[in-house]
């Protein structure tokens, strides 16, 4: 597992990177993050919904109600025009961020 | 099952926001916590032990409470574009708007130009040196601003070249409109006068507004990859 402080860091660009496949809702959100990260990744109502918030005042992300088949109302999150702008930025930041603690600690790939 | 929008309301009642906003919040938390608990139950988890570990969700309620609050807050609905775009470039503008009315008014006589040389035939050109070496301030302060606010050196050179756009967009529009008026209305003075129009408002100040404004975003950029 990932500690919380580094995990906080990384919380942004999960967010950003999920939402890049298509809308989702909150709840959806946290449970990719977690399939795709096999756990490493794992976010709580406390950790996403204010983050959500801060990214949609950025206008980085919008939500908009929607009622599912089932007859559910969810807010749905998407990506606006600018948060998409964000994503290959913050990408670069952390690749380059990795390389240099990769240089430093001499952490690899196992 | 618990009533989630109870539990999450009564949690959420001293929040600090519109009765509407409010409800949105207590809504989508609530709706979030239903399907974490529903996900319990389907793993097998007794009822009990669902509701239990869907709120082991929120540690603090009064901590979760103050960063929604935080994030939610209208008072700085401005998003990055507003920051780092249009307010430098309008506060820009509207700075080099009104140094020209001023110097227009109290100023020294302006430089005019003629294409004939010396000779004050139309068309002319009408320079106002004293704002052409303020625009080098404001060009600079564009720059500033829109860098502060984490802008992109594009964001940037178009913060800092802001006040010479209204000026393009009307030379932008009126040169070709002229030139086909031209041959109906008048003995080719309008694309010459146009020309000098843009060499006056557009090219000159697009300059000085530049001498200001790029030497402040090299330096920042400098800061940034040293930093």
């Known amino acids: 597992m990932i500690a919380p402080g580094i995990k906080r860091g990384t919380a942004e660009l999960a967010v950003l990177s999920v939402l890049e496949d298509g809308p989702l809702h909150g709840y959806e959100m946290a449970r990719r993050i977690e399939e795709q990260t096999l756990g490493s990744l794992r976010f709580t109502l406390a950790s996403l919904y204010p983050l959500l918030y801060r990214l949609e005042k950025r206008g980085w992300v919008r939500g908009a109600w929607e009622t599912s088949g089932t007859g559910r109302r969810r807010r749905c999150y998407r990506l606006t025009t600018e948060g998409k702008k964000k994503i290959a930025p913050i990408r670069r930041e952390w690749a380059e961020l990795f390389r240099a603690l990769k240089r430093l600690t001499k952490v690899s790939h196992a | ?227």
């Open chain 2, 1 to 227: 099952m618990p009533d989630w929008e109870a539990l999450v309301g009564e949690q959420f009642a001293a929040i600090s926001l519109e009765p509407e906003e409010r409800n949105e919040v207590i809504a989508e938390l609530a709706g979030h916590l239903e399907e974490t608990f529903e996900q319990l139950c389907r793993q097998g988890f007794s009822e009990e032990a669902a509701v239990a570990r869907a709120l082991s969700e929120v540690k603090s309620w009064r901590s979760l409470r103050g960063q929604i609050q935080i994030a939610r807050k209208k008072e700085d609905g401005m998003t990055d574009r507003v920051k780092q775009v249009w307010l430098p470039g309008f506060l820009t503008l509207f700075l080099s708007m009104m140094l020209l009315m001023v110097i227009q008014f109290f100023g020294p006589k302006p430089v005019i130009v003629s294409t004939s040389g010396w000779r004050m035939t139309a068309p002319v050109a009408v320079i106002y040196v004293p704002w052409l070496l303020s625009l080098l301030l404001i060009g600079a302060m564009g720059a500033y601003l829109a860098g502060r606010a984490g802008a992109s050196p594009r964001a940037a050179l178009l913060s800092t070249v802001f006040p010479v756009l209204p000026y393009s967009v009307f030379f932008v529009i009126w040169i070709p409109v002229s030139l086909i008026l031209d041959d109906h209305i008048s003995h080719n003075t309008m694309p010459s006068a146009l020309l000098m129009g843009l060499v006056a408002w557009v090219v000159l100040p697009g300059v000085a507004l530049l001498a200001g404004g790029l030497p402040v975003q090299i330096v920042r950029s400098r800061h940034a990859a040293s930093a």
